[in-house]
């Protein structure tokens, strides 16, 4: 029963930070890796744009320059993908793998958000592994836990700390009480943050991981463009100080709820719950699910260690011949999620940037009577003459839409100087 | 290669808590889990002392009273056995049901603890699977994460908070200030604990399942005898008092380094580490491993719901035919972990009950001194002239060695008049 050849042929295509960790690793621990997969994983081949010394025993490996080449090798069984782009030449290689009944690994989020069904009905097809432990929230084995730890329950929520960079950025910020700005420029000076930071900072990447995990969760079909995406450009150090005032700290967070919009966004969260307490580049998934209450999950989201041991433990789930389909169960019998309800009312925090003015406060409070939202409690630190100044205040439990209108007609009124930003609060987590 | 066998029977040996709500999920959701094992796993068979109603629909369900005749049944191919006890019905159970070529699931932290190298040898005889992650730290999936999700690490550490009791008792002894004895009854007017508490509150349960992780983390055979166990019936308000103002609070923790004796003791835990932050009756699994680092899980440690839930994941595992080893490699290659190290020296805690007279300081002082036993810090916060006082101190880098034996001489001594108790401290996890 349990699967025992004498060798599993991989290939490793992309030898980044990633990469390289993960061909070290096959290399240098391959008689510890042998006894665990029962089969000993043999390097045979490898690809990437320049050949170097990337830091493991490369002798015996061939190196091929075009990746898509790996696919067509007789003496490959698994192919891991660690080029990354959602489509280009990982996209082609992996449906070229999977067409020649290779088991795939791969650590790209991007694909399996965007091709993942369509990848998962190729391996089935061709009765074959479409791996990706390592494209979610890094060493954690996340969607290990989702699908076979938890597959006896039904989940109702899925929440994480999702993308490193915007924890540690937040973090910072709460740590220091520096700003936005300033904060981001050293985490690009420290290799935190990308040169071209759009991807992390606006919630795109902890979108991908989120779609991946709702779809896991609910049996759905992947579904990125049904996330709700805001990232953290309009947090400033007034919303970390105000946030921490009220007894909260402010985290980018992934939710999905069952049957619900998916959305990463900004959260209020309670200081002294288990996700205020993720700090830095850390990642986290907590899953709220019947029977089991509920589980949280805590570990490096990122890095060349972290993510090569989830690709590892594919690579010997494959060889150990412990089958999954890929999204837990066949891809025909996964739902498409056309039918989702908004989230459910919350409570929220306003900050609105006001010129220092009479009357500011009633025409504030009136908007929100006329949109039928009862203020719990308001703040105002400081006064200053001749700059704008921030309001903010916390509501009690209200709906989504009427707080995104009341930020509409907030943001056309004459007294508002500079944004108004609306983020929920999460009691406890 | 995705196992798709129609029916897959099941039977039940015991109907507590745990057995009725597995019997309930099992029949209520009979679908769900059909579509997420891609069998229909049928309860066919339940055995308890007396027939009653349990709360889940018992039609077509045969009663059996002699637990060990499930064995024999032709229509079962899994006995999940929650009875309990390391000897007994429920091990004769499991090894009769082995013997007749069925896989067993078990929630039995005492039977594995004891048994589990057996076991293991009969289940892979046989062909078949032994499970039991519901033996260890209740609904989170620990053993299948440590098995499978970290399968890639080298696992250089396991700790864990692994006892629900215990840790409600120092949870609510910090929250409240109250003393040991008050808390205890307390919880076992609750249901929190026992009428007999021995088994948790010695450490007992705790160090079964530190047993089973330390197997599984470093390929050993199971080994209960090897662990050093002491319980927290010698914490007292003045300990966790002592510990705050120190910045600790005081956790049942164990904890087993590769190649080291593992541990079941009460340490001060750094109030900002991620351990310190497990309250009430949550468990937590931390994992630090190579190359992932670091990997926490928290969950609820007991309940019917939790541990239903990991019974669930097991049978789901076979259905799908998802096959491990039992202590994740083949029994045979298990090694026997005979030559042990001490753990690793650290900072202690150390308060002693003492006259207050004139000259103990310098006494106490001297006898560490002689077992070269640097003092980091000392506090002593009241003194009355008719009661013995607690003298608290934390030492420097030491090794355990020195550290009892100080213990020792001190207990002898005529100024000393009470407990003298150590603890280690760990300054993060």
Redesign the interface.
Known sequence: ??KNMSEIGIAIAGLGVVGA?TAR?LTK?NT??H???GTAPVLRAVSARTQKDRGFDASGIDFVPDATALAARNDIDIVVELIGGSDGVAFDLCQAALKQGKHVVTANKAMIAHHGHLLAQRAEDA?VQLCF?AAVAG???AL??LR???????IERVTGILNGTCNYILTEMTQTGRGFDEVLREAQEKGYAEAEPSFDIDGIDAAHKLSILAALAY?EQVNFPSVNISGIRAITDIDIAYAGDLGFVIKLLGSAGRGRVPTVQPWLVARDS?LA?IDGALNAVAFD????????????GA????T??????D???IA??????AF??PAA?LKSNGDLKAVPPGRFYLRVMVRDETGVLSAITSILRDHQISVESMLQKSQSANKPVPLVLTMHETAHEPVAAACAELRGQSFVDGDVLALPVLDSA
Chains 1, 2 share one sequence.
Request: proline content about 7%; glycine content about 14%; aromatic content about 2%.
């Open positions: 029963m349990l960790e690793q621990k510890e890796l006894s665990r997969a009765n432990e060493g954690i084995p290990k836990l076979e730890g938890l597959s006896g329950n039904e049996g288990q307490k699910a019947e029977p089991v209450r509920s589980i949280v999950c805590t570990g490096p890095g060349a260690g972290p090569a041991s989830a690709v590892l433990a690579i010997i789930d150990r011949g412990r089958r999954s389909f837990g169960r019998s």
